[in-house]
């Protein structure tokens, strides 16, 4: 395996020069499960977040929750990062981010707002040398989603020392203070919210490798009918026009 980060091409869009080695593929089988939870491990590790485990894996009960799209990002057949992407409907909640800011989330819930709640961002730390592109590929799942589910607003629960990124690229508005979060036992996370619709031609304009297809979007989150569906219509006709131009 070759060391050293991936050469740049600073003249193309952010990610558009490894975009085309990418797949994206939803985690289900149990050997495809096995090396995210063993990355997770791994990248959690590194950062400091976990202390050292005989099982070298992670992983919690929201992994199987029915409105849950587990994702891993192989970059030449190799798995290189993943994001677990929550579809937050007033009938389906289940997340790590309403446990903790529920009481900021749940009164929107109640009136009907829909919320795209990635989480679980993680990429292998190897990977992460050689292509340092890859969190812009990888964050571009929520996006694609938000667009896919029709969603109100695109939540980011991160650390404290992550907000810049987020704000940067999804235009993201911080919203409480650092709370404590379960298994971070030396580091708070905070709520972060981008109103997509009306960031969304914003962040289309400075990262045109975001766009997607109505094909790709039926693709990421049709593929398994156990899923939840989306939470409104969706305007067909807004989709077909907004085919990726990379």
């Given at each position: ?16 020069a ?9 985690i ?40 849950v ?49 990635p ?6 730390p ?95 989150f ?25």
């Open positions: 395996m070759k060391s050293g980060a991936e050469p740049n091409t600073a003249h193309l869009p952010r990610g558009a490894l975009f085309d080695r990418i797949d994206y593929r939803l289900e089988t149990d050997e495809d499960k096995d090396s995210l939870y063993l990355m997770r491990y791994r990248a959690y590790l590194q950062a400091g977040l976990i202390p050292p485990s005989e099982s070298q894996r992670v992983t919690d009960r929201f992994d199987d929750a029915p409105n799209w587990n994702f891993g990002v192989y970059v030449d057949n190799d798995l290189c990062s993943s994001v677990r992407i929550h579809v937050l409907t007033s009938e389906w909640r289940m997340s790590y981010t309403t446990e903790v800011f529920g009481d900021v989330l749940h009164p929107r819930l109640d009136r009907g707002e829909v919320f795209i709640d989480c679980r961002f993680v990429a292998d190897e990977m992460q040398q050689r292509f340092p592109e890859l969190p812009y590929l990888t964050v571009r799942l929520p996006f694609v989603a938000c667009e896919h589910f029709n969603a109100d607003v695109g939540l980011s629960m991160v650390r404290t020392d992550h907000q810049a990124f987020y704000r940067r690229v999804f235009l993201s508005e911080t919203l409480t203070e650092p709370r404590s979060f379960p298994g971070w036992p030396t580091k708070k996370a905070v709520l972060m919210a981008s109103a997509y619709p009306k960031v969304r031609e914003r962040i289309l304009t400075r990262f045109p490798i975001m766009r997607s297809s109505a094909f790709e979007r039926r693709m990421l049709e593929r398994s009918t156990d899923r939840i569906a989306p939470a409104r219509p969706v305007l067909v006709a807004s989709m077909a026009a907004q085919a990726r131009t990379l």
